[in-house]
């Protein structure tokens, strides 16, 4: 039998030994709910931000003449990007409001931040800017779980090269250029949490930091731990509504409920909690989908984000990409939730093949990178050609070779 042949056999063994859970949502379920925004609230929230926006525009460019050119700009990104289909909904946690996963916190020096490096990106200015909004450091190769799409399959649970003196180096040449948030993964970083929670303490000031897990080991205490450092948020991956069909998928009895204990532990210490999901060809339905958000918004996150399967990682060689028909509801739906009054108490969608496919893609060294498990750069998680390394000290000249290239797929956004 092949290598290959075996790990088919076990992989279908482990399967047929997973048997479904009871689940009692009662005792996982998240004491509250993070607080949707929508209606004239939020657009007094947004009056408030642009005039604010525009008070610091006037600030950076001086003249009349350019601050009207630079509001015009802005105006014209803004429809480029959504085509005027905006999202009319806010996230409030603890008296503050995200807009997006990756802006930070209105209002939070960070934010401000972001704003003048977005500015920047417009019509260059004289003030200091971030060179990245976001870099996914994934940290570790373990992994107790065998996922059904998983991007580092081919470095999971080998030997590991990524140092705790090197995560310090890492976020410190990352800040050197300016990232505005930085996430760690994996693996399952969680599994660090303790080496999190520290570079989290010394680095906090200068990024938002956030944890993509599994949800295995968000303990409540380490949910706790990790919001007193300083964590922003974390992003659980869930990928079905039924408990059985997402041990499946992610090949581990249990990791459902842990997904969802993660959920509530995030919740409750007020971080922002993002389910992030896979919607595989079989799911791409519309009843599917309008099930899964109630499931979300019944847990009381205030985001959720759609990723499309590719064929990388343990999905390589596999036909998984969505038909056009089921991308094109899965931009219906973004739209609908995100717009319409009768979805106004729903999670926001975070779907980036919606402003991919428009305006092309913002990774690639634009305004994100994904840096593995070895510390190389790649243009993101499923563009797996390593660039160079963060360790070395011609990081930054590789992070603007790599966004010369551009993105195969969309091209880049400017
Ligand atoms: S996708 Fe994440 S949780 Fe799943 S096996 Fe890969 S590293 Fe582990």
Redesign the pocket.
């Known amino acids: 039998m092949s290598y290959a042949q075996k790990n088919v056999t076990s992989e279908f063994a482990l399967r047929d030994s997973i048997k479904p859970i009871d689940i009692d949502y009662s005792k996982i379920r998240a004491s509250k709910k993070q607080k949707i925004i929508f209606g004239a609230r939020k657009r007094k929230l947004h009056r408030i931000r642009l005039l604010k926006n525009t008070i610091i525009i006037a600030r950076l460019y001086r003249t009349p003449g350019r601050v009207i050119r630079i509001l015009n700009l802005i105006r014209k990104r803004r429809n480029s990007l959504a085509g005027g289909n905006n999202v009319y909904k806010v996230v409030s946690i603890a008296n503050k409001h995200f807009w997006r996963i990756n802006i930070p916190a209105w209002e939070s020096p960070l934010f401000y931040m972001f704003l003048k490096s977005e500015l920047h990106r417009l019509e260059p200015h004289n003030y200091s800017t971030h060179r990245l909004t976001l870099t996914y450091l994934a940290i570790t190769k373990k992994?107790p779980?065998?996922?059904e799409?998983?991007f580092?399959?081919d470095n999971?649970n080998k030997k590991e090269k990524i140092s705790t003196a090197n995560i310090d180096t890492m976020i410190e040449n990352l800040q050197s250029i300016g990232s505005t948030n930085i996430a760690f993964t994996?693996?399952?970083p969680m599994l660090r949490v303790n080496e999190i929670i520290s570079a989290i303490k010394k680095y906090k000031d200068k990024s938002a930091f956030w944890v993509l897990t599994?949800g295995f080991n968000f303990t409540s205490e380490n949910a706790h731990a990790l919001k007193s450092a300083g964590l922003t948020g974390v992003v659980v991956?869930i990928d079905h509504h039924d408990s059985y069909q997402h041990d499946i998928f992610?090949m581990s009895e249990g990791s459902f409920r842990d997904a969802v204990t993660a959920v509530k532990y995030g919740i409750e210490n007020d971080l922002v909690t993002v389910i992030s999901t896979c919607i595989t060809k079989v799911n791409a339905t519309r009843e599917y989908i309008d099930e899964f958000m109630r499931f979300s918004k019944d847990l009381g996150v205030g985001f959720v984000q759609f990723l499309e399967p590719k064929p990388v990682g343990h999905y390589a060689m596999k036909n998984v990409m969505l038909k056009p028909e089921q991308l094109k509801l899965l931009e219906e739906v973004f739209l609908s939730y995100n717009k319409e009054a009768e979805y106004r108490d729903f999670p926001i969608i975070v779907y980036h093949g919606f402003y991919q496919r428009r305006v092309g893609c913002m990774a690639s060294g634009n305004r994100m990178v994904y840096v593995d498990t070895n510390g190389n750069f790649m243009k993101c998680p499923f563009c797996q050609n390593k660039k160079g390394s963060l360790l070395d000290e011609n990081f930054e000249s590789m992070i603007n070779e790599m966004n010369t290239e551009s993105c195969s797929d969309f091209g880049s956004f400017v």
Request: aromatic letters at 6%; one cysteine or more.
């Open positions: 992994c779980l065998k996922c799409h998983c580092e399959w999971l994996g693996g399952e599994s991956s992610r």
